[in-house]
């Protein structure tokens, strides 16, 4: 799940009386949205939790993550993990430096096929009719 609707749903969470912990690789994006806790673990995107089939470390990460929930006081602290992906940070370049292929955004709606675009229509009641 996102960065940015973890932290969300964390603050909402929250503001309910529901203690949560939130478990980053991407350190400026949880920064930015400001959940309640966070461990931070400088791993790629998607290893939030540890190295693939390495049980023992996953679990060393979480039960020191877990341990935010007593260390981290003030709200939207950052508790630093201490893991390494590997010896060097080399990692980082590699996994910084993918290619964006998104689409340019429009300021219309896109669509998949022209039977989408059909049946967004038909079930749109505000929508304006389409003229071409």
């Known amino acids: 799940m996102c960065h940015q ?7 909402l969470l929250e503001s309910a009386g529901i203690s949560t912990l939130c478990m980053s ?5 949880s920064r930015a949205v400001n959940p309640p806790r ?4 400088d791993y790629p995107l998607g290893h939030t939790a ?7 470390l996953q679990r060393e990460i ?14 939207g602290a950052v508790k630093m993990l201490p893991f390494r992906w590997s010896e060097d940070d080399s ?5 910084m430096r993918g290619k964006d292929d998104r689409l340019p955004r429009l300021d219309t709606p ?3 096929s022209e039977d989408d675009r059909s049946r967004a229509e038909e079930a749109c009641a505000i929508c304006p009719p389409r003229t071409s």
């Open 25 to 29: 690789s991407a350190l400026d994006i």
């Open 91 to 95: 990692w980082q370049k590699t996994a």
């Open 5 to 11: 609707s973890v932290g969300l749903i964390a603050r």
């Open 110 to 112: 896109q669509y998949q």
């Open 38 to 41: 966070t461990a931070f673990l």
């Open 50 to 56: 540890g190295k693939p089939g390495d049980p023992a």
């Open 62 to 75: 979480m039960l020191q993550a877990l341990e935010a929930f007593t260390s981290l006081t003030a709200p």
